[in-house]
């Protein structure tokens, strides 16, 4: 049975990724583990958004209790999901570095492929960062998911 580590946040129930984990649960038999980064994203605030901002809105960052409760409701939205179209999956919510979350579940479990699913190039901040190619340091292969710039409504 193939074990995949899935990581994401933002796009956990993007229809680029779902895509990919159910063609591979329908390819052979596999699992999935879902860690979810609790990643402070930045979030605008309308009680200041009301004022003039050269450049755009003024973007506030979460709080790092806000980024743990919003990846454990990404995370148990798509538990729900992916186990409706038949994967086998579990998941945690992770540290907020995305390396380290998935440098924990290594420790922990076994795995033979990583996917990694982000924003598209133009706003992602892990693509910025080289996550893909970080995780490659890792010893597995890894598959990288991005995710299209509109979603479907669900």
């Known amino acids: 049975m193939r074990r995949y580590l899935v990581v994401a946040n933002q796009t956990l129930t993007s229809d680029d990724l779902v895509e990919l984990i159910n063609e591979r649960a329908k390819a ?9 980064p ?8 309308l009680e200041v958004a009301a004022m ?13 209790e806000q980024a743990r409760a919003l990846a454990e409701e990404r995370l148990t939205e798509a538990l729900t999901q992916l186990k ?6 579990e ?10 979350a ?13 996917i990694v699913s982000t924003l598209p190039k133009t706003i992602s901040r892990w693509l910025r960062q080289h996550l893909p190619c970080r ?17 479907k409504s669900r």
């Open 91 to 100: 998941g945690q919510v992770g540290d907020l570095d995305p390396v380290r």
């Open 52 to 64: 003039p901002y050269v450049g755009g809105l003024p973007l506030i960052p979460a709080s790092p």
């Open 28 to 36: 052979e038999p596999s699992e999935f583990y879902i860690v979810v």
């Open 84 to 89: 409706d179209v038949g994967a086998k999956v």
């Open 102 to 114: 998935v440098q924990a579940a290594l420790k922990a479990q076994q795995f033979d492929e990583i």
């Open 135 to 151: 995780l490659e340091k890792c010893g597995l292969p890894v598959t990288h998911v991005e995710a299209a710039a509109k979603q």
């Open 38 to 45: 609790a990643t402070p994203i930045m979030e605008m605030r």
